[in-house]
């Protein structure tokens, strides 16, 4: 899957020359002009990158930082017009991976594209290093892209797949239909949270009822969360 890249940027020729820039060096570009729609956008998970303006209208990009190191810790550089050191300092320190100051180079903004997603990288890497996640005897191999309950393999579709991946990725914390919906489906289906509904029962046939087990569990008007409570 191509690299994703969120730009927020109320400067909209500029926003445009760097999606432009940013989309023949292969990565998939979405760009808002707005602090507040940028930082839902973000919240969604669906993106590897931010390049986060700070001076916005809506909410400034210090504060939609701030809000997104609450639920997200993906790559943000910051960029602003504004050369002050005060905003550096401040930006670093609520979690920015990097800095650029305008006028820039596009030279030198895909390079710090590149550092800060290798940088994530190894991050991920070293957080688990084989891909493998799990929940009592049912292990799921991301880089394989196989899944195995008691190493007995489970057939399951490229959607039923990610689905599971999500749920096992945040085991035991509860994920609402919406957020499963963004994950998994993306905007496209933005609203249709009943088709999630749907893929929970394919799992759960092909999981729980299949082995005998209760790892999928419904939180009634919350959504849904994997856990085994054997462990
Ligand atoms: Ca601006």
Redesign the pocket.
Known sequence: MATRILII???EKLARFIELELMHEGYEVDKTVDGREGLTMAESGKYDLLLL????PGLNGMEVLRRLRKTSQMPVIMV??RDAVMDKVSGLDMGADDYITKPFSIEELMARIRAALRKQQNIKSEETPSGMLSCGKLVLDSLRHVAEYDSKPIELTHREFMLLKVLLENKSIVLTREILLERVWGYDFYGETNIVDVYIRYLRSKIDDAFGVKLIHTVRGVGYVIKDDAQ
């Open positions: 940027e109320d400067e303006d700070i001076m916005l602003t017009a």
